[in-house]
């Protein structure tokens, strides 16, 4: 088992930063992939970011060059949230899985945080 908890949202303007965290717990060494899933309201959760155990990141296109993650350890991971818009509304899980890389489709993911809001005001 792998507990995951999340901290760091918030609500911040336009145009501003917020870092999200994420720390793991349990059986650390199960996993390879942690990253990054949003969903807003009323929409289907998607995948924002990967990292590989090695440092391998992958991001969507909505967020290349504006989202940058990182992992500072085995169990510690963060996204650097920059140059946010309204449309990056929605609250952030963190996730981790035994694959290399995170699964954009399907979403799917081994174990799952309770998730971050995060607002972006206009």
Known sequence: QVQLVESGGGLVQAGGSLRLSCTASGNIFSFNAMGWYRQAPGKQRELVASISRSGSASYADSVKDRFA????????????????????????????????????????????????QVTVSS
């Open 69 to 116: 993650i990182s992992r500072a350890s085995a169990n510690l991971m963060y996204l650097e949230m920059n140059s946010l818009k309204p449309e990056d509304t929605a609250v952030y899980h963190c996730a981790v899985d035994r694959a290399a890389i995170l699964s954009g489709s399907p979403v799917r993911a081994d174990y799952w945080g309770q998730g971050a």
